[in-house]
């Protein structure tokens, strides 16, 4: 990250700091928050009767996730302006497995979207090794302005193995620590600015009968993120098991199972999911919860009044230095080759990324989510969490991207429904875990990098 974003102080103006998040700071929520959805937009033939082009896209705005609304409108705009082209939208919720196995199962099996937002790297890799998704290198020689909007910057942080860019993002992201200050406040605790400090706001909201962390034990994916980080650092958090199983991979799971055992989590926290784990905290039954901004969009005006977030933070005797997030550009829209291949398809398929991804969409899915623009704009008008968001972010000394953009898909699988919910309760130990995930994550050529064998 440009070392200029690491010097800002945190009394920068805000109009200061929209500038440097639309020139150099990007980076999608990849969280959502509903019911799968799909949707099939079925608009009256051209009264000409001429034959439509037909395009079928998927996305992860689909349900009640903040930005769907900005989403669909933007469809329904661009389907008035180009009624020639019938569009099927697919689009669903990102949470849990069900969005990653219909992309990877539509693509594996010849049933091609043509259009398409997914992840990149690890989910991404097999697809793109299997020529499936047009580089943007390559349709740039045709369509020098497709994407114009989006900053160079974006564009870098989306290259792949290979070097090559296939997917462009709409908003980048950051994770932290969300906390309801009003409870804090009510109940006389300090803000967990140092761990001791978190330990004492676990044990006093619990003692309280306030639940301290809306923790989904079933579906842990941000909880691994942070407790790994906060006790391995930056570069821990960025290792995948060549050279055997990490030891403060192990202190990071100790410390989840401490803080289960302090009474951290409620009850019910090994069948809460996702989505539960985001009411309970939107229902102010819970003082904090470990998300991404997205988080934001889904609250309330009146409860985003009430928060702010701040970064995980350093556990004892681990290896994190204060101000490091979770964070950056994890997904975006390509398209597929099938379409790029259909002399029709690949023109309207081009015509509608270049709108999804134009500036105007993207400051109002920023607005919406909570997330950093990947367009040159800047978004006015924020909530206060959200303003603590940017300048957390703008304050950051090291930004990772998350652990299941490394270690492939059966790895990460691994730790969420097979390691952490038997970790907490003592039924495994973190080195049984950890010493399965090594042995998936490095079961081609046991270097931890992946071969060129190919899924599809």
Same mark, same amino acid.
Request: net charge negative; glycine share 8%.
């Given at each position: 990250?440009?070392?200029?974003?690491?010097?800002?102080?945190?009394?920068?103006?805000?109009?200061?700091?929209?500038?440097?998040?639309?020139?150099?700071?990007?980076?999608?929520?990849?969280?959502?928050?509903?019911?799968?959805?799909?949707?099939?937009?079925?608009?009256?033939?051209?009264?000409?009767?001429?034959?439509?082009?037909?395009?079928?896209?998927?996305?992860?705005?689909?349900?009640?996730?903040?930005?769907? +609304?900005?989403?669909?409108?933007?469809?329904?705009?661009?389907? #008035?302006?180009?009624?020639?082209?019938?569009?099927?939208?697919?689009?669903?919720?990102?949470?849990? #497995?069900?969005?990653?196995?219909?992309?990877?199962?539509? =693509?594996? /099996?010849?049933?091609?979207?043509?259009?398409?937002? =997914?992840?990149?790297? +690890?989910?991404?890799?097999?697809?793109?090794?299997?020529?499936?998704?047009?580089?943007?290198? &390559?349709?740039?020689?045709? @369509?020098?302005?497709?994407?114009?909007?989006?900053?160079? =910057? /974006?564009?870098?942080?989306?290259?792949?193995?290979?070097?090559?860019?296939?997917?462009?993002?709409?908003?980048?992201?950051?994770?932290?620590?969300?906390?309801?200050?009003?409870?804090?406040?009510?109940?006389?605790?300090?803000?967990?600015?140092?761990?001791?400090?978190?330990?004492?706001?676990?044990?006093?909201?619990?003692?309280?009968?306030?639940?301290?962390?809306?923790?989904?034990?079933?579906?842990?994916? @941000?909880?691994?993120?942070?407790?790994?980080?906060?006790?391995?650092?930056?570069?821990?958090?960025?290792?995948?098991?060549?050279?055997?199983?990490?030891?403060?991979?192990?202190?990071?799971?100790?410390?989840?199972?401490?803080?289960?055992?302090?009474?951290?989590?409620?009850?019910?926290?090994?069948?809460?999911?996702?989505? %539960?784990?985001?009411?309970?905290?939107?229902?102010?039954?819970?003082?904090?919860?470990?998300?991404?901004?997205?988080?934001?969009?889904?609250?309330?005006?009146?409860?985003?009044?009430? %928060?702010?977030?701040?970064?995980?933070?350093? +556990?004892?005797?681990?290896?994190?230095?204060?101000?490091?997030?979770?964070?950056?550009?994890? /997904?975006?829209?390509?398209?597929?080759?099938?379409?790029?291949?259909?002399?029709?398809?690949?023109?309207?398929?081009?015509?509608?990324?270049?709108?999804?991804?134009?500036?105007?969409?993207?400051?109002?899915? +920023?607005?919406?989510?909570?997330?950093?623009?990947?367009?040159?704009?800047?978004? /006015?008008?924020?909530?206060?969490?959200?303003? #603590?968001?940017?300048?957390?972010?703008?304050?950051?000394?090291?930004?990772?991207?998350?652990? #299941?953009?490394?270690?492939?898909?059966?790895?990460?699988?691994?730790?969420?429904?097979?390691?952490?919910?038997?970790?907490?309760?003592?039924?495994?130990?973190?080195?049984?875990?950890?010493?399965?995930?090594?042995?998936?994550?490095?079961?081609?050529?046991?270097?931890?990098?992946?071969?060129? &064998?190919?899924?599809?």
């Amino acid at each position: 990250m440009k070392d200029f974003i690491k010097s800002i102080c945190s009394g920068v103006s805000l109009i200061l700091f929209s500038f440097l998040l639309m020139t150099g700071c990007t980076g999608p929520g990849s969280g959502r928050n509903a019911a799968d959805t799909k949707k099939i937009l079925d608009y009256p033939r051209n009264s000409s009767g001429v034959k439509r082009t037909a395009l079928r896209i998927a996305t992860m705005f689909g349900g009640t996730d903040p930005a769907a +609304a900005v989403y669909e409108e933007a469809i329904l705009s661009f389907q #008035d302006a180009n009624p020639s082209i019938e569009i099927t939208d697919e689009s669903m919720t990102s949470e849990g #497995d069900g969005y990653r196995t219909k992309i990877k199962t539509d =693509f594996s /099996s010849g049933n091609d979207l043509d259009v398409v937002f =997914f992840y990149t790297r +690890a989910d991404a890799r097999y697809i793109i090794q299997a020529g499936k998704l047009m580089p943007y290198e &390559e349709m740039w020689k045709d @369509y020098p302005d497709l994407a114009r909007d989006i900053t160079d =910057f /974006s564009r870098e942080a989306m290259r792949e193995f290979d070097g090559k860019i296939y997917a462009l993002p709409v908003t980048g992201f950051y994770e932290g620590l969300f906390l309801n200050q009003e409870l804090f406040q009510k109940y006389q605790v300090e803000l967990p600015t140092d761990w001791n400090k978190f330990e004492n706001a676990i044990q006093k909201f619990h003692q309280a009968g306030i639940v301290p962390i809306a923790g989904p034990l079933a579906q842990s994916h @941000y909880l691994i993120e942070h407790f790994i980080l906060s006790a391995t650092g930056a570069k821990g958090h960025q290792d995948v098991f060549a050279d055997g199983i990490n030891s403060d991979w192990i202190l990071g799971f100790q410390n989840l199972r401490k803080i289960y055992d302090m009474g951290g989590f409620s009850k019910d926290a090994a069948t809460t999911d996702i989505e %539960m784990a985001q009411d309970l905290f939107r229902k102010e039954k819970a003082a904090m919860i470990l998300e991404g901004s997205w988080l934001i969009g889904g609250c309330s005006e009146k409860l985003q009044k009430k %928060m702010t977030v701040l970064p995980m933070p350093p +556990a004892p005797n681990g290896k994190m230095e204060p101000d490091t997030l979770v964070a950056g550009l994890s /997904s975006g829209y390509s398209v597929s080759t099938k379409a790029w291949q259909d002399p029709v398809k690949r023109k309207a398929a081009v015509k509608l990324v270049n709108t999804l991804l134009g500036s105007e969409v993207v400051l109002k899915m +920023a607005a919406a989510n909570g997330g950093v623009p990947a367009a040159g704009v800047s978004v /006015s008008g924020l909530s206060p969490v959200a303003k #603590d968001g940017y300048v957390m972010f703008s304050r950051a000394k090291h930004r990772n991207m998350p652990i #299941d953009s490394r270690l492939v898909p059966e790895a990460f699988n691994e730790i969420v429904k097979y390691g952490v919910p038997y970790i907490v309760t003592g039924e495994k130990t973190p080195e049984d875990v950890l010493e399965q995930v090594r042995k998936i994550q490095n079961l081609r050529d046991g270097s931890g990098q992946e071969t060129e &064998e190919k899924r599809y």
